[in-house]
């Protein structure tokens, strides 16, 4: 059995797309996802004389009081619309909030003692959280401020957006 906790720290990431014919500036302001989990490995090879002994298949879950994401997204260049010309400050900017927060199971498959040195060793494991479908928000400002009434379709759209992949290496040390 494993009780442990992991952590992606605050990311941020930003990029200018296309969205029809216009280009928008994408700013991922903040991914943070934490959880404390508890897992159990089985080692279905262990009195195999190979390499095989020592693979394991984790299964367990994990509870994430923090899994949220915020997209700010704004034109990157003037809006034509007829023959008025907006700026992108005129038009605003939509800002998306994702939320997974609750409990997610987990399965993994992984190999153990990787490095092993008298009490040290160093262990890999692959795996996926299978998390709730997210809780979605729009919120927009100047032009764009009634598009909240969108945020219940990207809910939809976005509602297969569950499987968050985890690579651990864990160096472990026996007392």
């Known amino acids: 059995l494993r009780l442990g906790a992991s952590i992606i720290p605050n990311m941020k ?3 200018v797309y296309t969205l029809s014919s216009y280009n928008t500036q994408v700013n991922a302001s903040s991914a943070n996802f934490w959880n ?3 897992l159990m490995d089985v080692q279905p090879f262990y009195k195999a004389k190979s390499f095989f ?3 394991i298949l984790t299964t367990g879950g994990g509870y ?7 997209a700010i997204v704004q034109f990157d260049q003037s809006y034509q619309y007829g023959d008025m010309t ?10 998306t909030v994702s939320s997974w927060a609750g409990f997610a199971p987990y399965a993994g498959i992984g190999f153990n003692n990787l490095v ?3 009490n040290f060793n160093l ?3 692959l795996g996926t959280y299978y998390m709730e479908s997210p ?15 969108n945020s219940a379709q990207l809910q939809k759209n976005m509602s297969n957006y569950r499987w968050l992949p985890v690579v651990q290496l864990n160096f472990n040390f026996n007392l």
Do not use: D
Not at 86 to 95: D, I, M, N, W
């Open 13 to 15: 990431t930003s990029g």
């Open 36 to 38: 404390a989990h508890l």
């Open 53 to 55: 002994k020592n693979v």
């Open 64 to 70: 994430f009081p923090k899994a949220k994401a915020t």
């Open 86 to 95: 907006f700026s992108p400050a005129e038009v605003g900017q939509l800002t």
């Open 116 to 118: 092993s040195h008298n």
């Open 123 to 125: 262990n890999l494991n």
């Open 135 to 149: 809780k979605v928000t729009i919120t927009g400002t100047n032009m764009l401020v009634n598009n909240s009434s």
